[in-house]
């Protein structure tokens, strides 16, 4: 007899419904066709396992497994549970009559009991999407795929559980969660917060002018002067994630299997921190059964890369692309998918290889011309697309040991909050717009032209510091944010100020021993 | 012939024997599929699966009889099988058992491994 029953496999971050068809008759073969690799058809050995620990019987006859559409790769143990129940329907064995519409995702371990797949979340939303009515995936991943409203969503423990569920022996109930609800109970929770945070007054401004505007910010500071301290905080005065950002970001770490088992969507903003030695393909995903990388797993929110000059030219270069265009395209022989990857990039760097290049107490020991050696590790296109360079310097002994507590990151943040509204309001017709730093140079015109006091300073300021070309854009970005933080509809002359002193790198004399002045001066 | 020879024959006569005690069919007796070089020991059938039954002997108890049943051989008992299943009139089930006999004539032990082993993926 032949049955069929529903089951999906993850293409970039979107599901494709799979067919299952299986046919048991007389004869001896065990048989699976349809694209399958190594691991889908290691699930025979599970199934009879799973089945014969079940206490149901795999049936002693030909059978059949056919996996379709044949062209699409399924990959994975994600079919271990469609397939043993697609078997039993076939052999008579289930009488549910309405296994169409099921939609049905999980792993068997040998024991019979039901193990966490990967892209529970993408699997619901297209199940809803294709009208299934019912969706069985694992228990782990119940909470996850439950994000989506209109569809029964029943989470499992073993196969046995689910024998008796298609017959009718069992209570299992849908598992139903508030969407909104939940979103909001958990979306103020964070590990960091920058009253913790003493000193770096300047640093902390930074921080909230390119939260403000979305801008990409590169930190330069000695070694200890709280470069990484500082970025993990960032997450806590981003604005909060709107339930559509959370929803992407929750699909792209539920295909990586990056979410943990109940958790939901996500409501932090993500922060990766991926080491320097990350490989290419890492960062921006790839690899021959597709996965997203760093900046995928970033999209939305925080991707921090300490110790910037150490990565690989090859692994930084290919960054270049998605900063600009908020998605990345993987394309190989076999294979064509598109990550989104709209993240805020924050760099962090020493001054030059000792460290001490500009500190304020201990002498730089490098040898003329390798402070300007390690600044270009760093090409000038990549340079190009971080809007603030800033030096962090080391907080001094008195404000360490001050015991009043700084401004909360939840203070920072509705200044934020409120900067991010104006900027939404002003980019509504805007294509792809949506904050400062994603202006164009025709934007900048129209919204950021500074008055003509503000222009003399921001031409004075370029011939004396011998800014090149390109900081000339990035200023006037970065003044319409410090004036959208002000409530200002203009961009004036103090804004302007303060966004040339965030340029630190762009200065001619940068790198050029003696000639030195810290930025706090 | 060999002495051990007579010993397999003898092996298969006791396991038919056990067999019909435990309350099987004796369907065939060393089988042979039209093609193939591959003899199946003993087709035996209870209700609706027929049990397709490799009987081992060996005269010593210094490894198990039921190891020398590898790959090559269950691809090939496989193979036989389907052609006698699908030669049947009947949807049976099947189980491949496997009986192994240590010993000799007079005292021996019997080892009778029902459900031995699965198909291969094919």
């Known amino acids: 007899m032949l049955s069929k029953v529903y089951s999906a496999a993850i293409q970039g971050i979107d599901a494709y419904v799979v067919t299952i068809e299986v046919v048991v008759e007389r004869g001896v073969q065990f048989t699976i066709v349809g694209l399958p690799d190594a691991a889908v058809k290691e699930s025979y050995q599970r199934i009879v396992s799973a089945m014969k620990q079940s206490g149901v019987t795999f049936p002693h006859k030909r059978t059949i497994i056919n996996l379709s559409p044949a062209d699409i790769k399924k990959e994975g143990a994600a079919y271990d549970l469609p397939m043993a129940v697609g078997i039993l329907a076939a052999n008579e064995a289930l009488q549910c009559t309405n296994l169409n519409e099921y939609m049905i995702l999980g792993e068997l371990s040998l024991d019979g009991s039901v193990l966490p797949i990967r892209g529970a979340l993408p699997v619901a939303i297209k199940a809803r999407q294709d009208g299934f009515k019912r969706l069985i995936v694992p228990k782990a991943n119940v909470t996850e795929a439950a994000v989506v409203n209109n569809i029964e969503v029943f989470g499992v423990d073993s196969l046995a559980e689910v024998v008796d569920f298609l017959n009718g022996n069992s209570d299992l109930r849908p598992t139903i969660i508030n969407t909104r609800e939940q979103f909001r109970l958990h979306a103020a929770n964070f590990d960091f917060d920058f009253s913790e945070v003493k000193g770096q007054d300047t640093v902390k401004r930074a921080f909230e002018v390119a939260c403000a505007g979305g801008h990409n910010i590169l930190l330069v500071g000695s070694p200890g002067s709280g470069k990484s301290m500082m970025a993990k905080r960032l997450p806590s005065i981003l604005p909060p994630l709107n339930l559509q950002e959370a929803l992407e970001t929750t699909k792209i770490h539920s295909v990586a299997g990056k979410l943990s088992r109940g958790s939901m969507l996500m409501t932090q903003r993500p922060f990766r921190a991926p080491h320097h030695t990350v490989s290419p393909v890492a960062l921006v995903g790839g690899g021959i059964n597709p996965q997203p990388g760093e900046i995928s797993l970033a999209h939305n929110g925080i991707l921090f890369l300490d110790e910037f000059p150490e990565f690989p030219r090859a692994v930084l270069e290919v960054l270049r692309q998605p900063i600009e265009d908020r998605v990345v395209t993987v394309s190989r022989a076999k294979y064509t998918v598109d990550y989104p990857a709209s993240f805020m990039l924050v760099a962090s760097m020493n001054p030059c290889p000792c460290g001490y290049y500009g500190h304020p107490s201990k002498p730089c020991t490098c040898m003329p011309g390798q402070v300007q050696k390690y600044m270009n590790r760093i090409s000038g296109p990549l340079l190009d697309r971080i809007d603030l360079h800033i030096e962090i310097q080391p907080v001094e002994f008195d404000q360490m040991a001050d015991t009043a507590p700084s401004e909360s990151s939840a203070a920072i943040r509705e200044r934020v909050v409120v900067a991010r509204a104006i900027q939404q309001q002003r980019y509504a017709d805007e294509k792809g717009v949506y904050c400062n730093a994603q202006m164009s140079s025709r934007l900048i015109r129209q919204y950021a032209w500074p008055d003509e006091k503000g222009m003399a300073r921001l031409k004075e300021a370029m011939t004396r510091l011998n800014m090149s070309a390109r900081a000339f854009d990035r200023i006037l970005r970065v003044a319409r944010t410090i004036a959208d933080l002000d409530a200002s509809e203009t961009v004036k002359t103090h804004h302007i100020s303060e966004a040339i002193s965030y340029r630190n790198l762009d200065r001619g004399n940068w790198g050029v021993i003696g000639n030195f002045s810290p930025s706090n001066k | ?122």
């Open chain 2, 1 to 122: 012939m060999a002495e051990h020879n007579d010993w397999g024959k003898v092996a298969e006569q006791i396991a038919a024997e056990h067999l019909i005690k435990q309350g099987y069919v004796v369907r065939e007796r060393n089988w042979q599929p039209m093609h193939g070089h591959v003899e199946i020991d003993i087709i035996s059938q209870k209700d609706n699966v027929l049990i397709f039954i490799e009987v081992k002997a060996r005269q010593s108890e210094d490894y198990d009889p039921a190891d020398a049943v590898d790959d090559k051989k269950i691809r090939k008992l496989v193979r036989a099988a389907e052609s006698y299943l699908r030669s049947q009139e009947y949807d049976f089930e099947y189980r491949f058992d496997i009986i192994t006999v240590i010993g000799n004539e007079e005292q021996f032990t019997l080892d009778h491994i029902e459900d031995a082993f699965l198909p291969p993926l094919s």
